[in-house]
């Protein structure tokens, strides 16, 4: 349509219109989770009305889905009271505590039945919206219960919240903002990039983007919503499941795994099953909120000062524990990082117990002011290694330690280097022992010459016995200097020295990735080998020729001339030769070898066979990868026993699924 043409009237016919599709679709994308058309069609939709708007300025309106982010800064959020207070919740932590909270409700409304509805427990920051006249119109955060901050244009940015609903009375909603993990650990991996403090679990990352003065900023963060409470103005519906029913049909995003139980026996399995399953979801619930479903027994019930009698949330236990750093030790890395490690006393954390603990950098140490001798605040959230959230100063004795980071390697005693702006010191010198050991053990691991039997404890004993001083001395392992090593008896010498001459045909993209070249990760010693055949030929590229192969830009090409420029690494690459290693790319079989490849798995559930690391481990063998949220892009879903809301999104999407038989099936055909 030639936009130029159109009359006022046209234009607002039009502009409805796109409205009405975009509207349609971010429902779609955002709150079912089930987009009908392509990110760049939409895009062009949003881009038509922009530009329509553009040009007829005096039809745009707060509501339209070009305003969901203002480009005005904030200059603070003024303070909001409540219409009705937003309460808390009473916790429990077990079932005994959970009976008594039905035994005490009992005795108030002795004749009822009671039924409930189970929800997860988000953990995230409470909210209310209210919409006037069908349209999104004030956002407030729960605050102290009593009055909250006005943060509008900020929940605004949140796209599965609809600006516009089909109901015109009043209405006030309340739910959990929320951030998935996967934008949490963007948020992070960004912060940690530009040397700004991390958040320390995705609910604080949440609280501090509601805080932002910049809703271009919010926007970026991808927050989210489930929403679980509803009033409508002189409208009241007589349970907490079709109030729930009820905000789903005006397009709000509830949490599908909510459950009517007709008993608080049900409830129980609700949290059993949830307490497994957790791990499953994109992002962190802390328990299950048990509500009694009818309004009117709600009503009779009423509240504390605090807490609402007819609800209450019962605890998963917790992925947080405090515990005492022991000591601080500093682990020498193969590329002679420097990391400090917290030595712990040991404690379990949602079923595993931890001793240790990553401290990152010497700034973490510093800017958490963390001291040997500390309690601290450790968590594990998603699949990460547990790490200190903070300090419990409170519990100081005046004992503690302040750990003074060494300024030479702990290991060779060579002297370190920081280059300016970065945060990790390194170990200079080139054959630091802890940078050969470090680097041993890339080289035999699973993703690069894949030498089976030579671990961790196998590497030290051959570096201690001097049995060897460098990579290519692997190949020169036998019988004698092998069997008579502490765990090493002649079968299984006779093993690993197959395991060694098995690895000696392997693929060079596997060869590039093993040599450790800064920043050469699999995928670009994939790129590396498919361009140039041979190591060879990568030896002797030129920088120009680098960066013109997909996937290599400057930094990584530059690393690569500077790698085979080090004569110890042409040396290392001789021996390697002469050994009987394979130097040249097998097109032919990798392909074969590759089934799986470009196809995205997702796991939910436990496998009855083998852990979920071997099942990913099979996946990525065979070319495939493996990822954590499903969407319209997954290829599988693998589903085990007990399976997560991860199944019931494949379903919705209509992602196919595989029982573990017929995943092994899959996997192990060749
Ligand atoms: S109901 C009076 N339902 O947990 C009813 N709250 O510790 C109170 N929360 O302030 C809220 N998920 O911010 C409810 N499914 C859910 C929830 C939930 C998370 C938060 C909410 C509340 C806090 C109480």
New binding site residues.
């Given amino acids: 349509m030639a936009a130029k043409s159109l009359s006022l009237k046209q234009a607002a016919q039009h502009i409805e219109k796109l409205r009405k599709e975009i509207k349609y679709h971010e429902k779609k994308y955002y709150v079912d989770n089930d987009p009908q058309i392509s990110d760049e069609t939409f895009d062009l939709i949003v881009k038509e009305l922009d530009k329509l708007e553009k040009q007829f300025p005096e039809l745009i309106t707060p509501e339209s889905p070009t305003q969901r982010v203002g480009e005005q800064p904030l200059e603070g959020f003024p303070s909001v009271e409540h219409r009705t207070p ?4 009473d ?1 429990c932590y077990s079932e005994e505590e959970l009976k008594e909270f039905e035994e005490r409700i009992e005795k108030i409304i002795p004749a009822e039945k009671i039924e409930y509805v189970a ?8 909210i209310s919206v209210i919409y006037r006249d069908g349209k999104f119109s004030q956002a407030v955060t ?1 605050g102290d219960g009593f009055r909250g901050d006005d943060v509008t244009l900020n929940v605004k940015t949140i796209r599965s919240l609809p600006l516009l609903i089909d109901n015109t009375r009043e209405i006030e909603v ?3 903002a929320y951030l998935p993990f996967q934008s949490f650990q963007k948020i992070n991996h960004e912060r940690s990039g530009k040397g700004e403090p991390l958040f320390a679990n995705p609910r604080n990352a949440a609280a501090g983007s509601l805080r932002l003065l910049d809703p271009e900023k919010v926007a970026s963060r991808n927050l989210d919503a ?1 929403l ?2 509803i009033f409508i103005e002189g409208k009241e519906e007589s349970s907490q499941w079709k109030n729930l029913q009820i905000l789903k049909e005006l397009g709000f995003k509830i ?1 599908p795994q ?1 459950r009517h139980c007709s008993t608080l026996k049900e409830v129980i399995s609700f949290w059993n099953e949830w307490q497994e399953k957790r791990e499953d979801l994109d992002y962190d ?1 802390d328990g299950i ?1 048990v ?1 009694i479903n009818s309004t009117e027994l709600q009503k009779n019930l009423g ?1 504390t000062a605090k ?2 009698r007819w ?1 209450i ?1 019962y605890k998963f236990p917790a992925r947080q524990a405090t515990t005492k750093i022991t000591n601080i030790k500093i682990q020498v890395g193969r590329t002679g990082a420097l990391t400090p490690v917290a030595i712990l006393k040991s404690v379990k954390l949602s079923g595993t117990t931890i001793n240790r603990s990553t401290l990152h950098n010497e700034d973490e140490i510093k800017r958490k002011d963390i001291r040997i001798g500390d309690t601290v605040l450790i968590e594990r959230s998603g699949d990460v290694i547990p790490k200190v959230v903070s300090v419990m100063k409170e519990r100081r004795t005046g004992k503690e330690k302040k750990f003074t980071f060494p300024p030479i390697c702990p290991v060779c005693q060579s002297s370190t280097f920081k280059p300016e702006g970065e945060v990790i010191s390194r170990c200079v010198n080139p054959s630091c022992r802890a940078k050969l050991r470090g680097s041993l053990l890339h080289f035999v691991s699973r993703r690069a010459m894949n030498i089976e039997g030579l671990g961790d404890s196998l590497v030290g004993q051959l570096l201690e016995k001097k049995l060897v001083k460098s990579i290519p001395d692997i190949y020169s392992l036998d019988y004698e200097k092998l069997v008579g090593l502490e765990r090493m008896g002649p079968k299984s010498s006779q093993n690993l020295l197959e395991e060694i001459e098995k690895s000696k045909q392997r693929d060079v993209a596997r060869l590039i990735y093993a040599l450790g070249i800064r920043y050469t990760g699999e995928r670009t010693a994939q790129a590396l080998a498919s361009h140039f055949k041979n190591l060879e030929s990568l030896a002797s590229a030129s920088l120009e020729e680098l960066i013109e192969i997909e996937d290599v830009g400057p930094k990584v090409a530059e690393s690569i001339v500077f790698f085979f420029s080090q004569p110890e690494n042409t040396g290392l690459m001789n021996i390697l030769k002469k050994s009987g290693l394979n130097f040249s790319y097998k097109e032919e079989k990798r392909e074969g070898k590759r089934p799986l490849g470009g196809q995205l798995f997702v796991l939910t559930g436990k496998l009855s066979s083998l852990s979920r690391e071997q099942a990913t481990e099979m996946i990525e063998d065979l070319g495939g990868t493996v990822t954590s949220s499903v969407s319209h892009k997954t290829t599988y879903v693998v589903t085990g026993d007990s399976p997560g809301s991860k199944l019931d999104k494949a379903k919705r999407l209509g992602v196919p699924t595989l029982e573990e038989k017929e995943f092994l099936k899959l996997v192990k055909k060749d």
Avoid: C, Q, T
Wanted: hydrophobic share 35%; net charge positive; glycine share 10%.
């Fill in positions: 937003m309460l808390s919740l916790n929800e997860l427990k988000i953990d995230g920051l409470g729960r309340r739910g959990e489930f679980y409470s949490n909510s619930a909120v509500k509240s807490f609402p609800s949330s």
